[in-house]
């Protein structure tokens, strides 16, 4: 799902993180399923937890030296680029 690379500031990807099913034992995976704000997907969970770097118009505020990952979580990119589709279009 690369047809888009345009920011739309939505803020989803900044209010997400994703933790892969392998670093989460079988004993808190069935703690963290009960829980509201989570998506559970085939390799990993999306949590709804919101960067508190993030401004109220969905802007970075630490742009020039957010973490490497935050560049490399986009939308457009391969990482986790068809979860964060989906998560933006149900207004997760
Ligand atoms: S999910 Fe995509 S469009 Fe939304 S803020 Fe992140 S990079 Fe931008
Ligand atoms: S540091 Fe900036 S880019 Fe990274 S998650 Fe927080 S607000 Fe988003």
Redesign the pocket.
């Known amino acids: 799902m690369k047809e888009n690379n345009e920011c739309t500031k939505c803020?989803t990807?900044?209010?997400t993180?994703f933790i892969p099913l392998t670093l989460i034992s079988n004993e808190m995976f069935a703690l963290l399923k009960m829980r509201k704000g989570i998506r559970i997907f085939e390799n990993c969970i999306a949590l709804k937890a919101p960067?508190?770097?993030?401004?109220e118009n969905n802007?970075?505020?630490?742009?020039d030296?957010?973490?490497r990952?935050?560049?490399e979580?986009t939308c457009w990119t391969d990482t986790h680029c068809k979860e964060l589709q989906e998560l933006k279009n149900e207004g997760f």
């Open positions: 803020g990807c900044c209010k993180i960067c508190k770097h993030l401004t802007l970075c505020s630490i742009q030296n957010k973490p990952l935050c560049s979580e």
